[in-house]
DNA sequence: GCGATCCTGGCC
DNA sequence: GGCCAGGATCGC
């Protein structure tokens, strides 16, 4: 479900969560644990709550000692931020409740997602965090540090350039797909078939498209809410993603769809070259 | 680098 | 019943 902008959104409404303390702590028996024991998580009830950080689709939850709680929302993935007296949901796999008698719950019902805990605040002792490519907008994320990356990865097509969170972290489909046409590229192209100056227009076009979503507080095809249950609005701004058969909304020509790796790029032939 | 795989649910 | 879904990992 979540990519880059949608986690960000989450995190932003997840603020009045800094300063507590986890007074009680529920894990399911399901729950989807990523390198760790259901104790591990189940040991932070007690701990306060210093920060909530981001690291590409990551979630930090931030404590007030080591280790910290981690959450990645895979397909279906939830958080919410609720009354605890208001009725749980099916596949809720953990729950942190508070001294106001509100809890933030995790529900995933396809459990793609996780939950894990890193001892380091940046999550960087965490495999798949470690293994992340740049955020967006970092500074030191310059251009030529996005081509020098792709160079390591010629026989990809760019579609699962965009989508690799070892180069660039964040993009999901609908970004990428996004990216792609701003930048004007068919995205069957291949890496070592693209110029620099092309290369270096899918990363501008990559943070155009995160720092929009950001501002339209993510995207609601379905049922994405950030954490106090509010739908974002990007999804009334998108050029392709899901527009098999229309137009562009800039009129500059009809919509295909295509399958790639197994999953879905829909693209403008008109516009990207 | 690619395809299969992990899951549940919604829709045709 | 089959197909599809905001993702990532693990084999070959």
Redesign the pocket.
């Known amino acids: 479900?979540?990519?880059l902008p949608?986690v960000e959104t989450i995190r932003r409404s997840l603020a009045p969560l800094v300063g507590r303390r986890i007074a009680r702590l529920e894990l399911s028996p399901v729950a989807p644990l990523r390198h760790c024991g259901a104790h591990d998580i189940t040991a932070r009830a007690g701990a306060t709550i210093t920060d909530l950080a981001r690291r590409?689709?990551f979630l930090l939850l931030r404590l007030e000692h080591a280790p910290h709680l981690l959450v990645?929302l895979?397909?279906?993935g939830r958080l919410r931020h609720v009354g605890a007296d208001e009725a749980v949901p099916?596949?809720t796999h953990l729950r942190l409740r508070f001294a106001d008698d509100t809890e933030l719950r995790y529900i995933d019902?396809?459990?793609?997602g996780g939950i894990g805990v890193c001892n380091d605040p940046t999550g960087a002792d965490f495999p798949?965090i470690a293994q992340l490519g740049p955020e967006f907008d970092d500074a030191d994320f310059t251009p030529s540090v996005f081509v020098a990356r792709c160079r390591r990865?010629?026989?990809?097509?760019l579609k699962?350039l965009t989508?690799n969170?070892h180069i660039l972290a964040g993009l999901?489909?609908?970004y990428a797909c996004e990216a792609l046409y701003h930048a004007r590229l068919r995205p069957t192209r291949v890496v070592r078939d693209t110029t620099d100056a092309e290369l270096a227009r899918l990363l501008g076009a990559a943070q155009h498209a995160l720092r929009l979503g950001i501002a339209y507080g993510g995207?609601?095809?379905?049922?994405?809410v950030d954490g106090l249950g509010h739908r974002g609005t990007m999804q009334d701004f998108l050029h392709v993603y899901d527009r098999e058969g229309r137009t562009t909304p800039d009129g500059h020509g009809p919509v295909e769809r295509i399958v790639q790796?197994?999953?879905?790029t829909w693209w403008c032939p008109n516009v990207q070259i």
């Open positions: 479900m979540p990519e949608e590409g689709k990645h895979g397909m279906s099916p596949h019902p396809r459990r793609f798949s990865h010629q026989g990809l097509q699962a989508l969170q999901g489909n609908i995207t609601t095809l379905k049922d994405y790796h197994g999953r879905s």
